[in-house]
């Protein structure tokens, strides 16, 4: 079945340092692709989403790339602040085939903890 | 305008007994999805709604767990008989359209604990 696998955390960085996150998945067909965000005691919340081969998905100050090729949407940002320290999830939309329904995956979340 | 919400938002419960978890979704969106995350997992997909229909049920784990949405709007997850490795936090998102993959709105999640 479908699937997500992104790094592991903590990620702890000082404060402008470059962020990658990585995150590749496995699917059959065309998913689309999240990165969701959760902050301290708040709910998850989309940061940034594409849909199809080589889309970029851009929000904040963070991007992410579609890859197909290497089947990666890795995460990344070029000057961290502490108000970035978060839970980050990476998530795919995929088509299931039996059903035809769409079901979301989510990987397990990296901590992200930026020092002043 | 007002998000996603989810009531209770912490549920404390003896083993075997029922409990009900509710999401009211934002006014107007058609697909709303049950959730369950375990404490440093990510979401586990359980089942979800365009409107009243339930379109995939096949992550709920078994047979004590079940959800509805009659009037296409406000969302139960029931739990039966519960059992301790029922304890997570029960998230709910809805989204404004159907087919595309539109942006999900999560609530703030219930944390069910089981003793």
């Known amino acids: 079945g479908d699937s997500v696998t992104q790094m592991e955390g903590p990620v702890t960085l000082s404060e402008e340092a470059f962020l990658t996150i990585n995150c590749t998945y496995t699917a059959t067909g065309y998913p689309s692709l999240f990165w969701y965000v959760q902050y301290p005691g708040e709910g998850l919340q989309l940061l940034l989403k594409?849909?199809?081969?080589?889309d970029k998905g851009s929000n904040k100050g963070f991007e992410a790339t579609y890859r197909k090729e290497t089947t990666s949407f890795h995460l990344e940002k070029g000057s961290v602040q502490v108000s970035d320290s978060a839970v980050y999830f990476c998530a795919l939309r995929g088509r299931q085939a039996t059903s035809g329904t769409y079901k979301y995956i989510f990987g397990t979340g990296t901590r992200l903890k930026v020092l002043a | 305008g007002a998000g996603v919400s989810q009531s209770p938002r912490y549920k404390v419960t003896k083993r075997g007994q029922d409990v009900a978890l509710r999401c009211d979704p934002i006014?107007?969106?058609?697909?709303l999805y049950w959730y369950r995350q375990a404490l440093g997992q990510g979401p586990e997909f359980l089942t979800y709604?365009?409107?009243?229909?339930?379109?995939?049920k096949s992550g709920l784990p078994n047979d004590r767990f079940s959800a509805e949405r009659p009037e296409g709007s406000i969302s139960t997850l029931t739990i039966q008989r519960t059992e301790q490795r029922d304890s997570a936090m029960y998230r709910c998102?809805?989204?404004?359209?159907?087919?595309?993959?539109?942006?999900?709105?999560f609530g703030p999640g219930t944390r069910l604990t089981v003793l």
């Open positions: 594409a849909t199809k081969a080589d």
């Open positions: 709604f365009n409107y009243e229909a339930q379109q995939d």
């Open positions: 006014s107007g969106h058609v697909s």
């Open positions: 998102a809805s989204s404004l359209l159907a087919g595309a993959p539109d942006t999900q709105y």
